[in-house]
């Protein structure tokens, strides 16, 4: 379904850019906005649908119609590279438009990459883990600090006993804690540190509320952090 001129996207998960011409399409939780410098196809937004996902490949194909036709993106996992940069990005995109006085596609492709929610940039205090409130003296006399870098998709910060950091994937409200790495000091006996990091990298989802992070997974709640002023 097509977007009145004046619609706000929300918070931006995918973008993706092409060059001759340039062209640039960006996924929220509710659209999918198109533009482009190519004459009679300059911008397109249409409300956020559900992708197919391919059973065979990591490939996702949304479907809608604008209000001139129909438009199709691709998003396929596969080592990109932009031909103006040299920038290299993990997904190849293809967008193809069609207006109501075209007799076939007309198809943009380029390079893509999730992006992290930008209210994630900051530093978060553990408050509960397990469904419990935690205490410093359950750690190395401090809670776990965790800082998120949005823009570069990775964290840093204490879990308890040692210092960690890693990398960060999120899609929507996924979000995932990957190439978990931490120092190697011997943690002294009922330190909750372990049971720490195995929260954080057993997380799907997150949720954003009252100054609060909430980390979950299909099992249930596994930490909350509160944001550090």
Known sequence: MPLPQEFSPKIVYFK?????????????????????????YETFAVRHSEPAQATD?????????????????????????????????????SVELKRS??????????CGNYQIDYRLHDLWALEELGGKKVTPAQFEKALPLLEIKAQEATFMGFAGCNEMNGKLFSERNQLRFINVRTTRKACADGNLEAAFLKALQSTTEYRLENNHLFLSNPDGQLVIFKKVD
């Open 101 to 110: 006085t075209d007799q076939e596609f007309t198809t943009f492709k380029g």
């Open 16 to 40: 993706a850019t092409g060059t001759e011409p340039f062209w640039s399409l960006e996924i929220s939780e509710d659209s999918l906005r198109f533009q482009s410098l190519s004459p009679g």
């Open 57 to 93: 490949a990591n490939v996702k194909r949304y479907q809608s119609a604008t209000g001139s036709g129909p438009m199709n993106v691709q998003i396929r996992q596969a080592s990109c590279v932009n031909a103006m940069s040299g920038e290299a990005s993990p997904y190849t995109v």
